[in-house]
T-cell receptor, first 112, second 112 residues
Framework: NAGVTQTPKFQVLKTGQSMTLQCAQD?????MYWYRQDPGMGLRLIYY???????DKGEVPNGYNVSRLNKREFSLRLESAAPSQTSVYFC???????????FGSGTQLSVL | QKEVEQNSGPLSVPEGAIASLNCTYS??????FFWYRQYSGKSPELIMF????GDKEDGRFTAQLNKASQYVSLLIRDSQPSDSATYLC????????????FGPGTSLSVIP
């Protein structure tokens, strides 16, 4: 996962709490992504950003907000966490989506 | 909603056999097709990508693409126990090449 740093690695929240997952890269890639992974459901795209200052919805954006203030960082915010948001969250990046995405080490989030 | 479908498995093959993994996709305009391998508790890693109809070989792995049938497959020759993992198919969308969507994955078990 060289080049992609996700924090935190583990987090436990109570229902209704808020938190921000951070992702930073040192690869100078244009595109950044947030996916969630649940058992039996593969990876589902939450939001992505094709360039600094732009963001677009993915497959499952409800309940999340993102911010891409600079090329290096892409954050994911849960404003009011719900048990349905218990999942493993992966940040990923790509030079362009045409050539594949490369993943960070993941964040295990549990919402009680 | 654009979709990527895979047999969930589990797929079991004896050591030394050929493992065949299949994927179908709904977006006729997709340009890039990817295969990822994910070991339990780890991040997905890119193992193959293909853009053109036909076969692409890389060591023991062969990716096959048929755009007319909207079908992509991965063959693993001389399967080894270390190949036991979940294999994820991914495609990018025509309307946004940066948007990369994954299938649910196929679990492969190689029996010694």
């Amino acid at each position: 996962n060289a080049g992609v740093t996700q924090t935190p690695k583990f987090q436990v929240l109570k229902t209704g709490q808020s938190m921000t997952l951070q992702c930073a890269q040192d690869m100078n890639h244009n595109s950044m992504y947030w996916y969630r992974q649940d058992p039996g459901m593969g990876l589902r795209l939450i939001y992505y950003s094709a360039s600094e200052g732009t963001t677009d919805k993915g497959e499952v954006p409800n309940g999340y907000n993102v911010s891409r203030l600079n090329k290096r960082e892409f954050s994911l915010r849960l404003e009011s966490a719900a048990p349905s948001q218990t999942s493993v969250y992966f940040c990923a990046l790509a030079d362009r989506g045409l050539w594949g995405v490369f993943f960070g080490s993941g964040t295990q989030l549990s919402v009680l | 909603q654009k979709e990527v479908e895979q047999n969930s498995g589990p797929l079991s093959v004896p050591e030394g056999a050929i493992a065949s993994l299949n994927c179908t996709y709904s977006d006729r305009g997709s340009q890039s097709f990817f295969w990822y391998r994910q070991y339990s508790g780890k991040s997905p890693e890119l193992i193959m990508f293909i853009y053109s109809n036909g076969d692409k070989e890389d060591g023991r792995f062969t990716a096959q693409l048929n755009k007319a049938s909207q079908y992509v497959s991965l063959l693993i020759r001389d399967s080894q126990p270390s190949d036991s993992a979940t294999y994820l198919c991914a495609v990018n969308e025509e309307t946004s090449y940066d948007k990369v969507i994954f299938g649910p994955g196929t679990s492969l078990s190689v029996i010694p």
